[in-house]
């Protein structure tokens, strides 16, 4: 009897035990969930009513950890302020037609004041970040060949970057057949618009643009320099750099994988270290789809989409040297040999290898008219 009772208070105290270790797990689970939400909604806020930074610590159950959420220094307001010579009102602007889509928005031709302009519709409230950076950059970079910046038009659902219009961009003169004609009516000037004069005057245009982002006080990367962000006149005889939403002032804690796979440096894809002349890399593709007219690593791309296995031979292929195919069965003229000599030194592997931006418009210069 006394065997059989001891065994029921044993038992007893076990279910007791398995009881209080069922509540007790059910209430860390419950708290842990009641943290991240508070974290995540911390998060939210920064993000619509300023950029601060946070120190949010977990419930310490052990784990001894601090989560520190770091945003923008800039709040909405003084963003604000920083633009106000700037600001479009929404009334003033006419919207046309579309003029391309990316993951950012879309592009819109249309009307401020009575003039032609782009109106560039940032797509997600998550793209403040590169709404603000892009103002601020366009504000700061006054050059004949960046995009002229009008202004910036901000209302509770949408954001808008206001530019000059410039109808064309490089990629729809290179691959008018990817791209819908009824949107940019090409047929008129993709025949003549690339002649060599015209194609050395768009490399000339580009360097001139990164030369003067390159050489400032405090020295911009561009970040994603690639023929759909270099737009074109009507007789594209000018070209100027567009679309500075990843452009930041050179740094060491700059971010690395920012940008198109095609048009990456090796550094871009296995260090932590990115410089200007990892623009020049991207130059350099550039002016090999300028000479050649097809685009770079094509015999690596299934189906010429460019994008999942084809991205990986690619960064494959750039980290171990390669470069895209040069075809040996064309006839090239002297003064496009000193070009191609040149787009060969701008993708060298190490980075110190490549000239600087200021030194290849030196080198353009001497090169026979």
């Not at 044993?10 to 991240?36: G, K, T, W």
């Not at 403040?128 to 659902?157: Q, T, W, Y």
């Not at 690639?226 to 971010?255: E, Q, T, Y």
Request: aromatic share 10%.
């Amino acid at each position: 009897m006394i065997a059989d009772s001891l065994i029921k208070h044993l038992n007893l105290i076990v279910q007791i035990h398995a009881a209080v270790y069922e509540v007790s797990r059910f209430c860390f689970l419950l708290l842990y969930i009641v943290a991240y939400v508070t974290l995540t909604m911390m998060m939210k806020l920064s993000l619509r009513f300023g950029y601060k930074e946070y120190v949010a610590k977990m419930p310490d159950f052990g784990l001894q950890e601090s989560l520190i959420v770091k945003e923008l220094v800039v709040s909405r307001r003084s963003f604000k302020q920083d633009i106000e010579h700037f600001i479009i009102e929404s009334s003033d602007l006419t919207f046309q037609s579309r003029i391309s889509e990316g993951s950012y928005g879309v592009v819109f031709s249309g009307r401020y004041l009575g003039s032609q302009v782009a109106i560039k519709m940032m797509k997600r409230l998550e793209s403040d970040h590169e709404f603000e950076n892009e103002v601020k950059m366009l504000v700061e970079l006054r050059h004949p060949n960046v995009v002229l910046f009008m202004g910036a038009c901000i209302s509770n659902d949408y954001k808008y970057i206001v530019t000059e219009l410039m109808r064309y961009s490089l990629d729809k003169i290179l691959y008018p057949d990817e791209h819908e004609r009824a949107l940019h009516d090409l047929s008129s000037v993709i025949h003549k618009a690339l002649s060599v004069r015209k194609k050395i005057k768009i490399i000339k245009d580009i360097a001139s643009a990164l030369a003067f982002m390159n050489g400032r006080e405090a020295p911009i990367c561009h970040r994603d320099l690639k023929p759909s962000n270099i737009l074109l006149c009507d007789n594209c005889s000018i070209a100027k750099v567009c679309d500075f939403g990843s452009s930041r002032k050179i740094s060491n804690d700059m971010s690395r994988n920012i940008g198109t796979f095609t048009y990456m440096s090796p550094e871009m894809l296995t260090e932590s270290t990115y410089t200007e002349k990892s623009d020049v890399y991207s130059f350099a593709i550039i002016m090999y789809e300028l000479f050649f007219e097809i685009k770079p690593f094509h015999e690596l791309r299934s189906d010429g989409d460019g994008f999942g296995d084809s991205e990986f031979l690619i960064s494959v292929n750039v980290t171990k040297g390669n470069r895209p195919f040069i075809p040996e069965f064309l006839q090239i003229s002297e003064k496009e040999r000193l070009y191609l000599d040149l787009m060969q030194k701008c993708w060298a592997q190490n980075a110190d290898e490549r000239p600087s931006f200021s030194e290849i418009l030196s080198m353009i210069e001497l090169f026979p008219k």
